[in-house]
């Protein structure tokens, strides 16, 4: 995301294709790399990029799109809000010849021709990832459980509902944990991935429970906002409170280097390489694969964290 821009010459401006580009908008640090990596990597391939950002908000999404359709660009990469509800716009856009690339967030319909692949994240393992790294940290209180029947209570903040990466992180998360009747979900809300939201359901939870063992948080911007919140109340987080994350924005790796943060999870927003390369093959009239997952790593507090390199975000 530290990429410099480049200038476009005349020759590509003059031959490039047009893609039109519909971000959901700017909620997160991870979201507006994921916008820059974007325009970055069209600039660098003289791709005319048409960016709308959407604001939060399907109906905007919807109107973008349509946008796009009547603007004829090449292609449509689309990374939608949510899973449901985009089966007719999204026929506008196979009438009209227009190939439609998703990104980041899955999306369900009916007739899956509807668009042509997916490239994104696999929130289904990143959430699993999150209920293995539980499970082993807690072996020893899991042990013990028998005897003293105190369970390990967890507080989940929850991204945008009905968003795939939310569902998908959840639902991961529950699978490892279910057969586990020591781990008690207490408390799942919804953050939005906002910083301030992350804040704001925290110093609710805290004031609710004086026994959290975890936060399972599905982005740094919310678990950033959480942690201000426990510090505030003279909580150290990390220690009285396990804390795992996803993204790896700078400030959550330096929260794990500093011990207030257990476990990250790495959600790679630098697409925009690949995505403009599916873009260009799809207005070529090429095929692209069905479903593409970006490599993701994870980082544990007990790694060597001083190998880390520089996030860019
Ligand atoms: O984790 C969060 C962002 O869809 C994977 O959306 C993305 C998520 C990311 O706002 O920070």
């Not at 821009?5 to 401006?13: A, D, L, T």
């Not at 369900?108 to 082993?136: C, H, M, N, P």
């Not at 403009?276 to 507090?301: D, M, N, S, W």
Request: glycine content about 8%; proline content about 3%.
């Amino acid at each position: 995301c530290g990429a410099q821009k480049k200038k476009v010459s005349q020759f590509e401006e003059d031959h490039g294709i047009i893609v039109g580009f519909s971000q959901i908008g700017a909620e997160s640090a991870w979201r507006t790399c994921n916008t820059r990596s974007v325009q970055d990597a069209a600039a660098e391939k003289g791709v005319q990029l048409v960016y709308a950002n959407a604001e939060q908000k399907q109906e905007n999404q919807i109107k973008a799109l349509r946008s796009f359709i009547a603007y004829q660009v090449d292609v449509i990469v689309f990374i939608p809000i949510v899973t449901d509800g985009w089966d007719n716009v999204l026929q506008e856009a196979r009438d009209a010849g227009i190939p439609v690339l998703v990104t980041d967030r899955k999306i369900a319909v009916e007739d899956q021709s509807l668009y042509a692949g997916f490239i994104g994240t696999d929130s289904l393992k990143e959430g699993r990832t999150a209920g293995q790294f539980v499970l082993e940290k807690f072996a020893a209180k899991r042990e013990s459980f028998g005897q003293t029947k105190e369970p390990i209570t967890i507080v989940e903040l929850f991204g945008t509902e009905g968003s795939s990466v939310a569902n998908g992180r959840a639902e991961g998360f529950r699978e490892v944990l279910k057969s586990y009747p020591e781990f008690q979900i207490i408390y799942s809300k919804s953050g939005d991935f906002l910083r301030s939201k992350g804040y704001e359901l925290a110093v609710e939870f805290l004031e609710m429970y004086d026994d959290i063992d975890v936060i399972f948080s599905h982005n740094d911007g919310m678990t950033l906002g959480a942690i201000e919140a426990m510090e505030e109340r003279g909580l150290r987080p990390g220690k009285d409170i396990v804390i795992i994350t996803i993204d790896a924005q700078q400030e959550a790796i330096d929260a794990l280097r500093e011990g207030k943060v257990n476990c990250v999870i790495e959600c790679n927003p630098k697409t925009g390489p690949e995505i403009i390369k599916l873009a260009q093959r799809l207005a070529a009239g090429e095929t692209i694969p069905r479903l593409q997952y970006v490599h993701e790593e994870v980082f544990y507090e007990t790694d060597n964290l001083s190998l880390i390199e520089p996030r860019g975000y």
